[in-house]
């Protein structure tokens, strides 16, 4: 994956969901690097994806950021329709405690 097509997922996505295009340095959550991260929010949980060494990474959070999951999109099409199914609060990831 690219940032293209990270970018490719936010113009699908971004007129249909409160959506917000950023950077890991914006998000002060202790990236190592600067890259663009799509968040979003929703049943008090956050989703962010970026990519990261040519795939997608796609984190899921409570609010408080102390508990998360995540996993790898294979693709900008099963992107998007992780977006959309989280927003839609059609997903359910199970969350576990940060260490």
Known sequence: MTTEDLRAVYEQLRDKY?????????????????????VGKAHGQIIELYEYDGDFVLDVMDEAQTKGTHFHPNNVASAVADIAEF??????YPLFPFR
């Open 18 to 38: 409160s959506l917000r295009w950023t950077t890991s340095s914006q998000l002060d959550e202790g990236f190592d690097g600067v890259f663009p991260v799509i």
């Open 87 to 92: 927003m839609d609060g059609k997903s359910d």
